[in-house]
């Protein structure tokens, strides 16, 4: 979750991102789709991608992604940092106006707003605290209590328009982290206008009423109003008439409507009737793909992965054998004995590392978007492959590879292929020899074969990735595995076991084959630290609680105390940039190497069709600017081929200069 778990959905996610404004200006607006409502609009506090995707529509940060994927200015027109990084300065941009959902000018945003905001996350314990922990100065001890005076905390306004924080520990890349909205700002007055509760120093949640559903919760600074949020029916966005780079915002309006997955085909009779925007277009059906391509031809393209990284993983010390927070729901059928055999074979490395290794992902993959797409959204290595790179210009991808080289040339020989949309994983070869492996090691403290429950949705395609992975698993390892599907009654019974639980005792499962995590900043931290073993943001997902004495034997047995060596060194790496990316690939590269992680697909790779001008979109690897309507174009025709073409060799050349 950003803290962002994120769940595999029906719809096909549309990537539109950005290059230069052409010549051409199109003010068309936006009408497409949405599948969660706003749980909340508090960004200062909020995880859920669900909502930041619409926030940062309303509220600016210090800083944005522009369409060539700059780290530019946005409430911030420029930053320094003293000589080791530990001590940022921003200067404001001035007349800046926060205004009601109606408009009305309230006040001009000052520094002492980002002062106000981070002490309201703290006060709340925003989702997304964890960004912070160590980086702003005093930010934990005031977060866990430890001190009660907020003036101790990093961060202050030397005048209305200058904005300091002072860090733990030189951080290179905090400005990167400015895109994140925990670090956001917020009007004092406003905010404590909301209710007794929303006084800052003095939270309670249940007197303050800031940042609730309600349009008129909040204060807006940002290129749209919220005019109408209704749940499970339409979500709606006028212009901000007063924001401060209008010139920049070429969608009036933006329509979003609730999209509940039951007819999929749904999307493409809208975008052919010319009511949305862009629409994805399925290949299982032969029929209704030979229609879209006799009709739109070239126009059809496949939408780029972007840095989310969906795996595949187990549940390391699972103790909840059915959904907690339902009741009797999903109800495991192993006997006591398979369950304490299915646990030991889980901490046994070559075990994993069959599994692993036997699972053929494009066939996994191929039960949403048919067999000719089946590679193309396949991820090798958890943090994005070209996320960052060294001085000299290897990927960390290709850092990564010469680790796991390092770990085992047989299993991953030199030049091991991690780049995206192919699958050097899948080894039947290897994972039989893993397995045969496992077995002598287990010995007789099992009885095979081990069962492994899998949960399902309702939906067709869940389901059929499930029946695939069975049928992979028992047809690989004959006699030594069995996978157990638990079918799930409804989609929030499904969703329950693993992805709204509050703690690692409530997982509910024995492998995950659906959670995924999105960047939060501009370094490799903000993926490999989501599995430290003392307060990685993963753990629970992974049947482990935070704290290095908790679940101690399993975590050393699985191998996430090693790692966690591993990845401490890389987080103690602040000067050479070079270095840190190295250690941390190194220690992905152990997650990996020792079948504790396995990267499966990204978010895109997909069939689409669109009205969206090519790379006219905020274009942002990390944070929550990606999600922003500003700088998008929507036009008056279907994008063809050769349109895409052009927009994307402009594109390239600019961020070449």
């Known amino acids: 979750m950003m803290k962002k778990l994120l769940v595999v959905l029906l719809l096909v996610t549309m990537v539109l991102t950005g290059c230069q404004p052409a010549k051409k200006a199109y003010r068309n607006a936006y009408t497409y789709v949405y599948t969660a409502d706003i749980s909340q609009l508090d960004y200062l506090t909020a995880y859920e991608s669900t909502n930041h995707q619409h926030t940062t529509n309303f509220v600016d940060g210090l800083v944005e992604h522009n369409p060539l994927g700059q780290l530019v200015g946005a409430l911030a027109t420029s930053w320094t940092s003293n000589a080791d990084k530990t001590v940022w300065t921003f200067k404001i941009r001035k007349n800046v106006k926060w205004v009601t959902v109606d408009g009305e000018s ?135 008439p007063t924001y401060w780079d209008k010139k920049n915002v070429y969608i009036p309006s933006v329509k979003l409507i609730f999209f509940d997955g039951a007819d999929k085909y749904s999307l493409y009779r809208a975008f052919d009737n010319s009511e949305y925007v862009a629409a994805p277009v399925y290949t299982d059906d032969p029929a209704f793909y030979d229609a879209a391509v006799a009709k739109y031809g070239d126009s059809i393209y496949v939408s780029r992965l972007n840095t989310v990284t969906y795996y595949i993983t187990f549940n390391y010390n699972r ?189 509910n499962y024995d492998i995950n084959l659906g959670s995924g995590w999105g960047p939060d900043y501009g370094d490799p931290k903000t993926y490999v630290n989501t599995l430290n073993p003392d307060n990685g943001d993963l753990l629970k997902s992974f049947g482990l609680l935070n704290g290095l004495a908790n679940d101690a034997d399993v975590k050393e047995k699985a191998g996430f105390l090693a790692f966690g060596a591993l990845n401490n060194a890389a987080n103690a790496e602040l000067v050479d940039m070079d270095k840190r990316f190295a250690a941390y690939a190194k220690a992905e590269a152990y ?35 990606g999600d922003k309507f500003k700088w998008l174009q929507v036009t008056d025709h279907v994008i063809t081929g050769a349109e895409r073409a052009t927009a994307k060799e402009a594109w390239e050349k600019a961020r070449a200069k």
């Open 591 to 625: 997650l990996i190497g020792h079948a504790i992680i396995l990267p499966n697909v990204s978010q895109g790779g997909n069939y689409a069709v669109s009205r969206v001008l090519p790379y006219s979109g905020s274009y942002a690897d990390y944070g929550i600017s």
């Open 319 to 507: 103790r909840a054998f059915s959904n907690l927070n339902l009741g009797e729901a999903l109800v495991s059928a192993k006997t006591d004995d398979q369950k304490a055999q299915t646990k030991l074979a889980i901490l046994n490395e070559n075990f994993r590392k069959a599994i692993f290794r036997g699972i053929n992902r494009e066939e996994l993959n191929k039960q949403g978007v048919g067999e000719t797409l089946k590679a193309n959204a396949l991820r090798n290595t958890y943090t994005a492959p070209l996320f960052v790179s060294t001085s000299d210009g290897k990927s960390y991808g290709d850092l990564v590879s010469a680790e796991l080289t390092k770990i085992s040339a047989t299993e991953f020989p030199a030049g091991f292929d991690l780049s995206d949309s192919q699958d050097p994983y899948f080894d039947l070869a290897l994972a039989r020899a893993a397995m045969a492996k496992a077995v002598t090691e287990l010995g007789t403290t099992v009885a095979w074969p081990i069962v492994i429950d899998v949960n399902a949705s309702q939906g067709a395609v869940n389901i059929a990735t499930r029946l695939a992975f069975k049928k992979m698993m028992e047809d690989a390892f004959p006699g030594q595995v069995v996978v157990n599907i638990n079918y799930a009654a409804s989609t929030a019974e499904y969703l329950n076991a693993f992805y709204y639980t509050e703690n690692a005792d409530q997982q």
């Open 106 to 240: 309230v006040s001009t945003v000052k520094a002492d707003d980002w002062v106000a905001g981070l002490q309201h996350g703290a006060d709340f314990e925003s989702e997304t605290a964890y960004i912070l922990f160590g980086v702003v100065k005093n930010y934990l001890e005031y977060y866990n209590g430890d001190i009660s005076d907020f003036s101790q905390v990093g961060v202050k306004a030397v005048d209305e328009f200058t904005l300091e924080y002072t860090l733990e520990a030189p951080t290179p890349y905090f400005d990167t982290m400015l895109s994140y909205a925990v670090l956001y700002g917020v009007n004092r007055q406003f905010l404590e206008s909301k209710g007794t509760g929303c006084k800052l120093g003095a939270p309670d949640p249940a007197t303050c009423t800031f940042g609730t559903t309600a349009p008129d919760s909040i204060l807006y600074n940002g290129a749209y109003l919220l005019s109408n949020n209704t749940a499970a029916s339409v979500i709606e966005y006028e212009q901000n």
